[in-house]
């Protein structure tokens, strides 16, 4: 279910809520041009970040925990955040959006951080995009970004040609990139499940389906914003996304729309699985009471027999000394011909 950090009612305007558990902030910095490249990682020095404001190459400042709101507070400072901005930063999870500003572009993306299915691990991630750098605040350590970094590292092509805007969108299209993966564990899990659910369903399946449900569901609200945020970033003059960028950004809205349609249809089917658990309960039901009427139809005869020479008075049949014999062999063939006549019909 939907759970949001938010401080209390009537708090003014930029209250920060960090729970005790929130690990503390690291923070690592990738400085680069079409020529050099500096990493350092760990940094102590928060003030020397201001010196990414001047900077002529590109930098990358990446925060991992958001534990400690002083060290928040002045990376804020440090870059003219607004305290509404730093708020959706540290208060999640935020809808996905893009706010496009006169000097700094705020970009909220929900992130798919590992697997273990039918749950999901999905974290915020917040960037802030400036004329030469980019900020990002993401709740933990570990994230799904190394992909960037190789390519940052290996030079070549336009990551380190094109500015901020080009590198936030990279951060990005490798953050619904990572959808993927997950949604492809997720059809063999849905397959599993439906082979399960019609070969041997038990009562735990109802919370598997539900669980599967779910994730599709927080899939679903991480991945529609995104894209109607993405076409207005293409409508849009931010000066940190040219139009030389617009042939990216609509790839990274095209895979944000491809994502949503995966997510609609294995919802479809996620949906479906209920019926397919019902109609399996039932027909295993059916087959059940099948055998067990065929069975008692069988016995009924036989009861009628035993019923009558059971009765307490003298029966012919009972001085004969072949009359028990003769009986159970007459009640074997009865039963030995219903069963034959239920198989034949295809009863049993």
């Not at 080009?166 to 849905?190: G, K, Q, T």
């Not at 995966?262 to 059916?286: C, F, H, K, P, W």
């Amino acid at each position: 279910m939907f759970h949001k950090r938010h401080p209390a009612v009537g708090a003014r305007p930029g209250s920060l809520v960090i729970p005790r558990d929130s690990p503390k902030p690291r923070i690592s910095v990738m400085d680069f041009s079409t020529d050099a490249l500096r990493e350092q990682d760990d940094i102590d020095d928060i003030a020397g970040l201001a010196a990414c404001l001047t900077s002529e190459s590109t930098t990358w400042i990446h925060v991992q925990g958001l534990g400690d709101e002083p060290t928040l507070r002045l990376i804020g400072e440090i870059f003219s955040l607004h305290p509404l901005m730093l708020e959706d930063i540290v208060n999640i999870p935020q809808r996905p959006k893009i706010e496009i500003g006169n000097d700094l572009d705020f970009i909220v993306v929900r992130m798919v951080n590992g697997t273990k299915l039918p749950e999901l691990d999905i974290e915020q991630i917040s960037l802030i995009v400036g004329a030469s750098f980019v900020l990002s605040f993401q709740e933990r350590h570990g994230d799904v970004l190394d992909p960037v970094r190789a390519r940052i590292r290996r030079g070549g092509g336009p990551i380190r040609k094109l500015g901020s805007g080009y590198l936030a969108y990279a951060i990005v299209d490798n953050v619904i990139d990572a959808f993927y993966p997950v949604l492809e564990d997720l059809s063999e899990y849905i397959e599993q499940l439906e082979e399960h659910l019609i070969t041997a369903p038990t009562s735990t399946d109802i919370g598997a389906i539900n669980a599967c449900k779910r994730s599709l569901l927080t899939l679903r609200r991480a991945a529609w914003p995104l894209r109607d945020a993405l076409s207005g970033v293409l409508r849009s003059a931010s000066p940190r996304f040219p139009n030389s960028l617009d042939v990216y950004l609509r790839d990274c809205y095209d895979h944000a729309v491809q994502v949503i349609d995966i997510v609609e249809t294995y919802r479809e089917i996620a949906g479906g699985l209920i019926d397919v658990y019902l109609s399996s309960v039932s027909n295993r039901m059916n087959e059940v009471m099948k055998v067990l009427t065929v069975t008692t139809t069988i016995f009924i005869p036989l009861s009628f027999i035993v019923g009558i020479y059971g009765m307490n008075f003298d029966i012919p049949e009972v001085h004969y000394p072949w009359g028990y014999p003769v009986v159970m062999s007459v009640m074997f063939l009865i039963a030995l011909g219903m069963f034959a006549y239920f198989r034949r019909r295809g009863w049993l």
